[in-house]
């Protein structure tokens, strides 16, 4: 099991960052791709960024591409996403989810483990 927790989340004016950490514990975390979606109300889960259990391989959807930045610290356990020039259609649920396959991938049946999400709302 790989228990996941985010934080970060809040509310911002459009054109503000925010930072969004994630913490695991269980299983090494080191073993796993991690990955970030979101789900704003009414729509399905999107997938936003993942990065490979090394970290030297990142994915971004286009939507977020050039704004968004998914790292990680092996050590310490942790994947943030810094979120830059934050538009109101970015506003929704975040969250966080393992892969035992490594790899960075948007496709949400590839995680085994989801954190219970931290919000994030953006006004125009």
Do not use: H
């Amino acid at each position: 099991q790989v228990q996941l927790v985010e934080s970060g989340g809040g509310l911002v004016q459009a054109a503000a960052s925010l930072r969004l950490s994630c913490a695991a514990s269980g299983r090494p975390f080191s073993n796993y791709a991690m990955g970030w979606f979101r789900q704003a109300p009414g729509k399905e889960r999107e997938w936003v960024a993942a990065i490979a259990r090394s970290g030297g391989i990142t994915s971004y959807a286009d939507s977020v591409k050039g704004r968004f930045t998914i790292s990680r610290d092996n050590a310490k356990n942790t994947v943030t996403l810094q979120m830059n020039s934050l538009k109101p259609e970015d506003t929704a649920v975040y969250y966080c989810a393992a892969s035992p396959t490594g790899w960075p991938d948007p496709r949400p049946y590839k995680y085994d483990y989801w954190g219970q999400g931290t919000q994030v709302t953006v006004s125009s």
